[in-house]
């Protein structure tokens, strides 16, 4: 597994998984300010730009991650956090491992499956996948996701270097993705994030999230889309992952 460190002298840890379509950048700027105190980890999930295989399944990439955390991280961390994708593979990560981290942030997460959704994947990717190295089409798609502009370079840098194959793969899978039960067992104090703006199903989601986590917190941020809180508001996303962590 490959990945970006901040931070490495330090001896609590801090893991945060980026959304699809993205890298390690998604959290560039929650892991600067928190570099000073925390050893951050920012790995670049399978089928991504920078990565080193392919995007099989959000449970494999989970499991890529927890045996990182066992083989270097001495099997346990301070806090994982995950976007869209990545934090479906968090919550996948914490079914699988209750007491992998003390505390986790699960931001604009989807555990509704969609199967017409699903179905629709590949003949839209098939038909449109060309276009993605144009950088006007790739503005257009940048624009969509309501991204601070600063990074367009690197969006468009590491979108055109993702294979079609992957990108398929993990967005099939980020749609069809559901909780499994063992996420019920989960020891972790889980903070639960959506945007007022975002898709009835995403708000949904994140009531079921809410409902199957016992130690759990969720927010509703105002005026925010899918994935603006950790990319676009660094200071604040930072704010909210110290308060659960100084309470300790």
Excluded at 47 to 63: M, P, R, S
Excluded at 120 to 127: Q, V
Excluded at 179 to 191: H, N, P, R, S
């Amino acid at each position: 597994m490959n990945y970006v460190e901040y931070g490495k002298e330090n001896s609590d840890v801090i893991i945060l998984l980026h959304g699809g379509g993205l890298s390690w950048w998604n959290y560039k700027e929650v892991a600067e300010r928190l570099q000073t105190d925390y050893h951050v980890v920012l790995p670049i999930l399978d089928g991504h730009a920078g990565c080193d295989k392919q995007f099989t399944t959000i449970e494999n990439n989970a499991l890529d991650i927890i045996e990182f955390v066992n083989s270097k991280l001495g099997g346990s961390v301070l806090m994982m956090g995950g976007l869209s994708l990545g934090g479906q593979i968090l919550l996948e990560i914490l079914s699988q491992r209750k007491d992998i981290c003390k505390y986790a942030i699960v931001e604009s997460v989807l555990v509704i499956p969609s199967k017409f959704t699903y179905s629709m994947i590949k003949p839209a990717f098939g038909s449109c996948y060309g276009l993605i190295k144009y950088k006007w089409f790739s503005k257009l798609q940048f624009k969509s996701l309501r991204i601070k502009s600063n990074l367009f370079d690197e969006y468009y840098k590491d979108t055109c270097a993702i294979r079609k194959s992957d990108m398929i793969a993990f967005l099939k899978e980020n749609s069809v993705y559901s909780l499994k039960d063992g996420i019920g067992e989960c020891e972790a104090t889980v903070q639960i994030y959506v945007g007022e703006k975002e898709k009835q199903s995403m708000k949904k989601s994140a009531k079921i999230i809410h409902e199957k986590l016992q130690d759990s917190f969720i927010q509703v941020l105002p005026n925010m889309y899918h994935g603006e809180f950790s990319i676009n508001h660094a200071d604040d996303y930072v704010r909210k992952l110290l308060e659960i962590v100084k309470r300790r």
